[in-house]
Protein backbone atom coordinates (compact mmCIF):
# COMPACT_ATOMS: atom_id res chain seq x y z
CA UNK A 1 0.00 0.00 0.00
CA UNK A 2 1.40 3.34 -1.13
CA UNK A 3 1.54 6.06 1.33
CA UNK A 4 2.26 9.62 0.06
CA UNK A 5 2.95 12.85 2.39
CA UNK A 6 3.85 16.07 0.89
CA UNK A 7 6.42 18.52 2.90
CA UNK A 8 6.78 22.19 2.75
CA UNK A 9 7.43 25.59 3.96
CA UNK A 10 4.05 26.87 5.12
CA UNK A 11 4.79 30.58 4.16
CA UNK A 12 6.32 32.17 1.00
CA UNK A 13 7.13 35.56 0.40
CA UNK A 14 5.39 37.25 -3.13
CA UNK A 15 8.20 36.64 -6.08
CA UNK A 16 10.13 33.85 -3.86
CA UNK A 17 10.13 30.24 -5.30
CA UNK A 18 7.93 27.89 -3.46
CA UNK A 19 9.68 24.23 -3.11
CA UNK A 20 7.82 20.99 -2.12
CA UNK A 21 8.53 17.61 -1.82
CA UNK A 22 6.73 14.52 -2.01
CA UNK A 23 7.52 11.59 0.37
CA UNK A 24 6.08 7.96 -1.31
CA UNK A 25 6.98 4.99 0.93
CA UNK A 26 5.59 1.01 0.09
CA UNK A 27 6.35 1.37 -3.42
CA UNK A 28 8.77 3.04 -5.95
CA UNK A 29 8.39 6.02 -7.50
CA UNK A 30 10.15 4.91 -10.74
CA UNK A 31 7.22 2.32 -11.30
CA UNK A 32 4.46 5.14 -11.58
CA UNK A 33 3.66 8.82 -13.15
CA UNK A 34 2.90 10.72 -10.33
CA UNK A 35 0.86 14.37 -10.76
CA UNK A 36 1.60 17.54 -8.35
CA UNK A 37 -2.67 18.91 -8.14
CA UNK A 38 -3.49 21.73 -6.17
CA UNK A 39 -6.55 23.19 -4.62
CA UNK A 40 -7.40 26.91 -3.53
CA UNK A 41 -10.80 28.19 -2.48
CA UNK A 42 -11.33 30.30 -5.54
CA UNK A 43 -10.24 27.50 -8.18
CA UNK A 44 -10.80 24.30 -7.14
CA UNK A 45 -9.03 21.04 -7.89
CA UNK A 46 -6.57 22.39 -10.51
CA UNK A 47 -3.45 19.67 -11.86
CA UNK A 48 -0.43 21.33 -12.32
CA UNK A 49 1.71 18.93 -13.75
CA UNK A 50 3.23 15.44 -14.09
CA UNK A 51 6.33 13.51 -13.86
CA UNK A 52 6.34 9.98 -15.50
CA UNK A 53 8.76 7.37 -15.25
CA UNK A 54 11.16 8.65 -17.69
CA UNK A 55 11.34 11.68 -15.63
CA UNK A 56 9.78 13.42 -18.59
CA UNK A 57 7.48 16.20 -16.98
CA UNK A 58 4.55 18.23 -18.84
CA UNK A 59 2.69 20.91 -17.09
CA UNK A 60 -0.18 23.21 -16.88
CA UNK A 61 -0.24 25.46 -19.89
CA UNK A 62 -1.55 27.87 -17.03
CA UNK A 63 1.25 28.59 -15.04
CA UNK A 64 3.23 28.75 -18.06
CA UNK A 65 6.95 27.71 -17.39
CA UNK A 66 7.05 28.57 -13.69
CA UNK A 67 6.77 25.00 -12.78
CA UNK A 68 9.83 22.45 -12.25
CA UNK A 69 9.68 18.89 -11.36
CA UNK A 70 12.07 16.31 -10.45
CA UNK A 71 12.11 12.95 -8.69
CA UNK A 72 15.28 11.43 -6.94
CA UNK A 73 14.88 7.45 -6.80
CA UNK A 74 17.79 7.44 -3.94
CA UNK A 75 15.33 9.13 -1.45
CA UNK A 76 11.98 7.73 -3.39
CA UNK A 77 10.75 11.30 -3.51
CA UNK A 78 9.47 13.99 -5.82
CA UNK A 79 9.79 17.88 -5.70
CA UNK A 80 7.88 20.71 -7.13
CA UNK A 81 9.39 24.21 -7.60
CA UNK A 82 6.81 27.07 -8.44
CA UNK A 83 8.51 29.85 -9.32
CA UNK A 84 7.13 33.87 -9.29
CA UNK A 85 4.69 33.43 -6.21
CA UNK A 86 1.72 35.07 -6.00
CA UNK A 87 -1.19 34.93 -3.67
CA UNK A 88 -3.12 33.39 -6.55
CA UNK A 89 -0.62 30.24 -5.94
CA UNK A 90 -1.73 30.43 -2.18
CA UNK A 91 -3.67 26.63 -1.76
CA UNK A 92 -3.18 23.09 -0.77
CA UNK A 93 -1.00 21.43 -2.63
CA UNK A 94 -1.09 17.37 -3.70
CA UNK A 95 0.79 14.82 -4.40
CA UNK A 96 -0.83 12.33 -6.20
CA UNK A 97 -0.57 8.73 -7.94
CA UNK A 98 -1.31 7.98 -11.64
CA UNK A 99 -3.13 4.69 -11.13
CA UNK A 100 -1.15 3.21 -14.55
CA UNK A 101 0.54 4.21 -17.39
CA UNK A 102 -1.80 5.80 -19.78
CA UNK A 103 -4.24 5.79 -17.39
CA UNK A 104 -4.68 9.95 -15.58
CA UNK A 105 -6.60 9.26 -13.09
CA UNK A 106 -5.21 9.32 -8.99
CA UNK A 107 -5.73 6.09 -6.69
CA UNK A 108 -3.37 7.23 -4.15
CA UNK A 109 -3.04 11.18 -2.75
CA UNK A 110 -1.26 12.74 0.24
CA UNK A 111 -2.71 14.41 2.89
CA UNK A 112 -1.21 17.87 0.81
CA UNK A 113 0.14 20.79 2.45
CA UNK A 114 -1.14 23.64 2.98
CA UNK A 115 1.21 27.11 1.05
CA UNK A 116 0.30 30.51 1.95
CA UNK A 117 1.87 32.97 -0.45
CA UNK A 118 2.41 36.46 1.92
CA UNK B 1 -8.86 22.73 -22.66
CA UNK B 2 -11.72 20.54 -21.43
CA UNK B 3 -13.99 22.48 -19.00
CA UNK B 4 -15.29 20.61 -16.74
CA UNK B 5 -19.23 21.67 -15.26
CA UNK B 6 -20.71 19.79 -11.96
CA UNK B 7 -24.78 20.81 -11.04
CA UNK B 8 -26.08 21.22 -8.71
CA UNK B 9 -23.31 23.44 -6.47
CA UNK B 10 -24.91 21.89 -3.47
CA UNK B 11 -27.79 19.21 -2.90
CA UNK B 12 -29.45 18.71 0.16
CA UNK B 13 -30.38 15.18 0.94
CA UNK B 14 -31.44 13.26 3.99
CA UNK B 15 -30.26 10.07 4.77
CA UNK B 16 -31.31 6.98 2.74
CA UNK B 17 -32.22 8.67 0.24
CA UNK B 18 -31.05 8.24 -3.51
CA UNK B 19 -28.72 10.91 -5.39
CA UNK B 20 -27.59 11.99 -8.55
CA UNK B 21 -24.90 14.29 -9.27
CA UNK B 22 -24.16 15.84 -13.01
CA UNK B 23 -21.25 16.53 -15.17
CA UNK B 24 -20.76 17.80 -18.07
CA UNK B 25 -17.85 17.94 -20.69
CA UNK B 26 -17.29 21.04 -23.20
CA UNK B 27 -16.45 18.05 -25.62
CA UNK B 28 -16.09 14.17 -25.58
CA UNK B 29 -13.98 12.64 -23.27
CA UNK B 30 -15.34 9.14 -24.08
CA UNK B 31 -15.48 6.89 -21.01
CA UNK B 32 -12.25 8.94 -20.06
CA UNK B 33 -13.80 10.04 -16.85
CA UNK B 34 -13.02 9.54 -13.06
CA UNK B 35 -14.96 10.66 -9.67
CA UNK B 36 -13.37 11.79 -6.33
CA UNK B 37 -15.06 12.41 -3.01
CA UNK B 38 -13.41 14.51 -0.69
CA UNK B 39 -13.83 15.40 2.99
CA UNK B 40 -13.39 18.74 4.93
CA UNK B 41 -9.05 18.57 5.73
CA UNK B 42 -8.54 15.05 3.54
CA UNK B 43 -7.25 14.69 0.49
CA UNK B 44 -9.64 13.96 -2.44
CA UNK B 45 -10.62 9.81 -2.51
CA UNK B 46 -11.23 8.25 -6.06
CA UNK B 47 -14.40 6.86 -6.21
CA UNK B 48 -15.05 5.99 -10.36
CA UNK B 49 -13.02 5.10 -13.04
CA UNK B 50 -13.26 4.91 -16.91
CA UNK B 51 -16.94 6.50 -16.29
CA UNK B 52 -18.80 3.45 -14.86
CA UNK B 53 -15.82 1.06 -13.09
CA UNK B 54 -15.50 1.23 -8.71
CA UNK B 55 -12.53 1.70 -7.76
CA UNK B 56 -11.10 -0.56 -4.79
CA UNK B 57 -13.07 -1.02 -1.93
CA UNK B 58 -15.66 1.29 -3.06
CA UNK B 59 -19.68 0.32 -1.77
CA UNK B 60 -21.95 -1.08 -4.50
CA UNK B 61 -24.25 2.10 -3.92
CA UNK B 62 -22.13 4.08 -5.78
CA UNK B 63 -22.33 3.90 -9.72
CA UNK B 64 -21.34 5.76 -12.44
CA UNK B 65 -22.79 6.37 -15.59
CA UNK B 66 -22.36 8.28 -18.74
CA UNK B 67 -20.00 8.63 -21.78
CA UNK B 68 -19.00 11.73 -24.33
CA UNK B 69 -20.21 14.87 -22.52
CA UNK B 70 -22.99 13.98 -20.21
CA UNK B 71 -22.01 11.98 -16.69
CA UNK B 72 -23.41 11.00 -13.33
CA UNK B 73 -22.88 9.66 -10.23
CA UNK B 74 -25.29 7.89 -8.19
CA UNK B 75 -24.99 7.23 -4.47
CA UNK B 76 -28.17 4.53 -4.13
CA UNK B 77 -29.16 5.04 -0.42
CA UNK B 78 -27.16 7.64 0.74
CA UNK B 79 -25.17 7.00 4.16
CA UNK B 80 -24.00 9.21 6.71
CA UNK B 81 -20.26 9.20 5.74
CA UNK B 82 -21.41 9.81 2.24
CA UNK B 83 -22.20 13.71 3.23
CA UNK B 84 -18.90 15.25 1.19
CA UNK B 85 -18.08 17.31 -2.22
CA UNK B 86 -17.79 15.06 -5.26
CA UNK B 87 -15.43 16.32 -7.82
CA UNK B 88 -15.79 14.41 -11.68
CA UNK B 89 -11.69 14.73 -13.39
CA UNK B 90 -12.07 14.00 -17.54
CA UNK B 91 -8.54 12.33 -18.76
CA UNK B 92 -9.26 12.55 -22.37
CA UNK B 93 -7.35 15.22 -23.13
CA UNK B 94 -4.46 17.22 -21.80
CA UNK B 95 -2.44 19.34 -20.88
CA UNK B 96 -3.62 20.05 -19.13
CA UNK B 97 -5.85 17.15 -17.21
CA UNK B 98 -9.29 18.95 -15.61
CA UNK B 99 -11.48 18.73 -12.86
CA UNK B 100 -15.18 20.31 -12.11
CA UNK B 101 -15.90 22.46 -9.39
CA UNK B 102 -17.81 19.95 -7.32
CA UNK B 103 -21.20 18.96 -6.11
CA UNK B 104 -21.46 19.36 -2.49
CA UNK B 105 -23.87 16.64 -0.80
CA UNK B 106 -24.97 18.18 2.57
CA UNK B 107 -27.74 17.37 5.16
CA UNK B 108 -31.03 18.64 4.57
Known amino acids: QVEVRETGPGLVKPSETLTLTCIVS????????WSWIRQSAGKGLEWIGQ???????SHNPSLKSRVTMSADRSKNQLSLRLASVTAADSAVYFC?????????????WGPGTLVTVS | EIVMTQSPATLSVSPGERVTLSCRAS??????LAWYQQKPGQAPRLLIY???TRATGIPARFSGSGSGTEFTLTIGSLQSEDFAVYYC??????????FGQGTKVEVK
Open chain 2, 27 to 32: QSVSSH
Open chain 1, 96 to 108: AKHWDYDSNWFDS
Open chain 1, 26 to 33: GDAIGDHY
Open chain 2, 89 to 98: QQYSNWPPWT
Open chain 2, 50 to 52: GAS
Open chain 1, 51 to 57: LNVRETT
